[in-house]
């Protein structure tokens, strides 16, 4: 097996191995989501909010609408 072809079962195993790259790439992802002096806490703030905003495209898009 190549490696850029790993099985279902192989990611999920890195997923949740706390020496992979995959593992710390998410637990670094979670964090900057959570810490408001991030750039990934205020694009996830925006987005949420145009969700909610019946004005904007996002609003239409996130309910299946065009």
């Known amino acids: 097996m190549t490696e850029n072809k790993r099985s279902p079962n192989e990611q999920r195993s890195d997923a949740h191995n706390p020496t992979s790259s995959e593992y710390r790439e998410s637990a670094n992802n979670h964090s900057n989501q959570s810490n408001p002096n991030s750039s990934a806490?205020?694009?996830s703030m925006n987005n949420r909010a145009n969700q909610m905003n019946p004005n904007s495209s996002a609003y239409?898009?996130?309910?299946?609408?065009?």
């Open 60 to 66: 239409r898009s996130s309910r299946g609408k065009k």
């Open 41 to 43: 806490y205020q694009s």
